[in-house]
């Protein structure tokens, strides 16, 4: 069964730092997109941050970039969120996801709390 896994979650002071984790089960991430999206609560899930297949590029939405950063890791099962320069707003639930354009794969969420 293919799986993701999130962790690195949790209460962090405004201008604090956290680092998201996203671990695969199941398969590794050699052909697929990756990245993460958030969902704060009463609001509609919105993409973070992605690198495509080819790792030809980088994306952020604008309200996370300069302070996020996504990257792969040094095994191919594993990626990661780096946020910097915490905010209030970027309080929710973030949940990352791989696709390879046949497959889409979404990992459970982890909940980031900024507290001001």
């Known amino acids: 069964e293919v799986q993701l896994a999130e962790s690195g979650g949790g209460l962090v002071q405004a201008g604090g730092s956290l680092r998201l984790s996203c671990v695969a089960s199941?398969?590794?991430?050699?052909?697929?997109?990756i990245g993460w999206f958030r969902q704060a609560p009463g609001k509609e899930r919105e993409a973070v941050a992605c690198?495509?297949?080819?790792?030809?590029?980088?994306s952020y939405a604008d309200s996370v970039k300069g302070r996020f950063t996504i990257s792969r890791g040094d095994a191919k099962d594993t990626f990661y969120l780096q946020m910097n320069s915490l905010k209030p707003e970027d309080t929710a639930a973030y949940y990352c996801?791989?696709?390879?354009?046949?497959?889409?794969?979404w990992g459970q969420g982890t909940l980031v709390t900024v507290s001001s």
């Open positions: 996801y791989a696709d390879d354009g046949h497959l889409e794969v």
């Open positions: 199941g398969f590794a991430f050699d052909d697929y997109a």
């Open positions: 690198i495509s297949s080819s790792e030809s590029s980088a």
